[in-house]
T-cell receptor, first 115, second 111 residues
Framework: SQTIHQWPATLVQPVGSPLSLECTVE??????LYWYRQAAGRGLQLLFYSVGIGQISSEVPQNLSASRPQDRQFILSSKKLLLSDSGFYLC??????????????FGPGTRLTVL | KQEVTQIPAALSVPEGENLVLNCSFT??????LQWFRQDPGKGLTSLLL?????REQTSGRLNASLDKSSGRSTLYIAASQPGDSATYLCACRGGNTPLVFGKGTRLSVIA
C-alpha cells in the first residue's frame, strides 16, 4: 500500500530565515506530486506540482520554490521567509496520468508559523 | 477556468439527521470529482471518487452523486453522528490537470 510522509509536523521560524519542507511517497512509482498551502480561514491554494523528476510547475508567484530530486521526493523551500508564509502546508500525490481513477491522497501536513 | 463552489459554508445539525452537502462546478468537462474530509489540524482524507462516466459512488453511510450536465455533485450523509463533524471539500479534475477545490462546508453534528 502507498503512504505519504511529511516532516516536520510543526515548525516555528523567524522572518528572513530559510525553509525546507520534505515530502516522500512510498509504495508507488512516478507519481504526480503537489504542494498546497492552507492559510487560516482560507481555502486550499495549489503552490507547485510535478509530473516527474526535475519537472516543476508553479501556480502562484512568490518567494517559495519546489524541487523533485528523486521520483518520490518533493521539497518545498524558501531562502527568506515572510510573515505571510505562515500556514498549513500539505503535500499530495496521485498516480501518473492514464486510464486509472487518479485518486489523490494527502499527507498529514506541516504547520508553519513565521514570527 | 474551472471554479468550484460549495454551499453552505457551514452547517449544524442534530445527531441522527440525514444531510446533503452541495458542490457545483462551472466547466462540465471534468475527468473525475473527489470528496474529502478534513479534521482540524489534519490532512485531507479521501472519501469518495466519482469518475466522469459514473453517476454515483457509495461508501458506508456516504453517497456521492454526479450530474455533469448541470455541473453539480452532492454528498449525502445518512444518520449523521458527532464523529462526522469536520470540513468536507469537493474537488474536480480535468484530465491530467491539478484538482480544483471548493472552499469546503464545515459540518457540526450536535449530540
Amino acid at each position: 500500500s502507498q503512504t505519504i510522509h511529511q516532516w516536520p509536523a510543526t515548525l516555528v521560524q523567524p522572518v528572513g530565515s530559510p525553509l525546507s519542507l520534505e515530502c516522500t511517497v512510498e509504495g508507488t512509482s512516478n507519481p504526480n506530486l503537489y504542494w498546497y498551502r492552507q492559510a487560516a480561514g482560507r481555502g486550499l491554494q495549489l503552490l507547485f506540482y510535478s509530473v516527474g523528476i526535475g519537472q516543476i510547475s508553479s501556480e502562484v508567484p512568490q518567494n517559495l520554490s519546489a524541487s523533485r530530486p528523486q521520483d518520490r521526493q518533493f521539497i518545498l523551500s524558501s531562502k527568506k521567509l515572510l510573515l505571510s508564509d505562515s500556514g498549513f502546508y500539505l503535500c499530495a500525490w496521485n498516480p501518473f496520468s492514464g486510464l486509472g481513477p487518479n485518486e489523490q491522497f494527502f499527507g498529514p501536513g506541516t504547520r508553519l508559523t513565521v514570527l | 477556468k474551472q471554479e468550484v463552489t460549495q454551499i453552505p459554508a457551514a452547517l449544524s445539525v442534530p445527531e441522527g439527521e440525514n444531510l446533503v452537502l452541495n458542490c457545483s462546478f462551472t466547466d462540465s468537462a471534468i475527468y473525475n470529482l473527489q470528496w474529502f474530509r478534513q479534521d482540524p489540524g489534519k490532512g485531507l482524507t479521501s472519501l469518495l471518487l466519482i469518475q466522469s462516466s459514473q453517476r454515483e459512488q457509495t461508501s458506508g453511510r456516504l453517497n456521492a452523486s454526479l450530474d455533469k450536465s448541470s455541473g453539480r455533485s452532492t454528498l449525502y450523509i445518512a444518520a449523521s453522528q458527532p464523529g462526522d463533524s469536520a470540513t468536507y471539500l469537493c474537488a474536480c479534475r480535468g484530465g491530467n490537470t491539478p484538482l480544483v477545490f471548493g472552499k469546503g462546508t464545515r459540518l457540526s453534528v450536535i449530540a
